[in-house]
């Protein structure tokens, strides 16, 4: 057995690798060990770790790029050892792998703390950018450099900044930071310092940033509110651009700060004077003035009346005659229109306008240039199932009713006689100005027909009975008239007699005169005659006059009785 005083080979090999450290525990090589500068020369500096040999490390490795590396003969720095010896017997050392190991050792503490760290944006790639993080390069995604996307990221770079670390994978030497998340905390931080400084009412000065469709935000000092375009002016406002500008100074009020998602709402038209104040006594009920057209909706159109007040038009309340249409049909943007104010509700902030009613009512004026029993001239502009639809002036319609076509023909054969387009005459038989109706007829100017409006029928009442002389015979009954200028009506067919053989129209002629009772009147007031109820009715009484249900006498019998008594 060897002595210690002369130690075998094998002792030999033990020394060395309790001084170096043994293959079980991963050798000398991949760790990072303190070594004295002994010497330097030209670019490198003399490197010893106790190694059989010493190590050369360049000196840029010692200081970034252009800077003095700040070493002398006898300092003590950290390196890693690469291998014990390469091919020319010398260790190989490394002073960025001792500082990337380290530099992992300090971020995989502080990452798991939470904390933030410090390094230099040094290089582009694809995707984002290279961060050194004091020997550990860090990847810098383009979407976290800045809250907002920066163009020119020249003026970051070299500079050292704080950074957020996102993840780490030593294992595969990955490492992703984040500047941004450091700028929103920061801002997040001088957010909440500025709201509890500000105050809902407050007057305050900002400068607009950026300009949406729907508004405004405005940098009150670090802080961003949103200016809405309902909040710029009482007037309307089709788009924020109408108002201000990026880059304007402008002067707002706080109207809302919520703490809790730090948003505040500001408001510019708070600081004028309010138009709506007083507008019942401004603009009373009838009143009829001039307004801009401001907006067009299905449901009608907005008008202006002063900067900030507008008045809503109804559909219903924009024409006399033209019903069913589009308000853009009728008026347009910008047109000056004269209105008349129909209601005012001055907490909801609405006014009802009518355009129709600031212009003269064409069913009153129809009605004073055209009385009733008129006759009128129009166009046929519709047929339906139960009458004619005629144009007259002023652009109102007047109906002609079936029954009132034609006489001794019936509604449907009369209705067939015309056409959509044809010109045609007729008589006013009555105007509803309230309901916009006009009745018409056109019967009514056919020879033998009685005056609309006048007394033709006066005298005559209802179960009279009259003598009437036959003016014309038709297939649906008699036209005839009462004494020689009374008023003029019809029997039908099936009043021309009780029994069928009597309800024959050629049994009579032209100027025959016969007895008829009276039924009633049409709507233009004209009587309605009928042969048969007559005869009715001279049964009845000679029923009660003559005989009774138990004398066995025939009506034949009762009826003679009857034309004895009246001999």
Known sequence: MATSANPSRDDFAAMLDETLGNEADGGFEGRVVMGTVTGIENDKAIIDVGLKSEGRIRLSEFAPQGQPHGLSVGDEVEVYVDRVENADGEAMLSRDRARREAAWDRLESEFGEGKRVEGQIFGRVKGGFTVDLDGAVAFLPGSQVDIRPVRDIAPLMGIPQPF??????????????????????????????????????????????????????????????????????????????????????????????????????????????DPWDGVAAKYPVGMKMSGTVTNITEYGAFVELEPGIEGLVHVSEMSWTKKNVHPGKIVSTSQEVEV???????????????????????????????????????EVKNATEFGLFIGLDGDVDGMVHMSDIAWGISGEDALALHRKGEE????????????????????????????????????????EVVTVTVLEVRDGGLEVQV???GATGFVKRSDLGRDRDE????????????????????????????????????????????????????????????LKGKN
């Open 503 to 562: 309800q024959r129209p050629d049994r009579f002629q032209t100027g025959q005169k016969v007895d008829a009772m009276v039924t009633g009147f049409d709507r233009t007031k004209k009587p309605n005659f009928s042969i048969k109820a007559r005869q009715l009715a001279e049964e009845k009484e000679a029923v009660a006059q003559y005989g009774s249900s138990d004398s066995g006498a025939s009506l034949g019998d009762i009826l003679g009785e009857a």
């Open 340 to 378: 008349m104010v129909l209601e005012v509700d001055s907490e909801k902030r609405r006014i009802s306008l009518g355009l129709k009613q600031a212009q003269s009512n064409p069913w009153d004026d129809f009605a004073e240039k055209h009385p009733i029993g008129s006759t009128v001239t129009g």
């Open 483 to 485: 004494g020689e200028d």
């Open 164 to 273: 957020q670390v996102l993840k780490m994978d030593r294992r595969r030497g990955n490492i992703v930071v984040s500047r941004r998340a450091v700028l929103e905390e920061t801002r997040a931080e001088q957010r909440q310092e500025l709201i509890e400084k500000l105050a809902e009412g407050q007057v305050i000065d900002g400068v607009v940033k950026n300009i949406t469709d729907y508004g405004a935000f405005v940098d009150l000092g670090g802080i961003d509110g949103l200016l809405h375009v309902t909040d710029m002016s009482y007037k309307r406002v089709n788009h924020p651009n109408e108002i201000v500008n990026i880059g304007d100074t402008v002067t707002v009020q706080i109207i809302r700060i919520n703490a809790e998602t730090q948003r505040i709402s500001l408001g510019m038209k708070q600081l004028e004077s």
């Open 424 to 463: 045609v005459e007729a008589v006013v038989l009555d105007i509803d100005v309230e309901k916009e109706r006009i009745s018409l007829g056109m019967k009514q100017l056919e020879k033998g027909a009685p005056a609309v409006g006048g007394g033709a029928t006066d005298g005559l009442r209802r179960g």
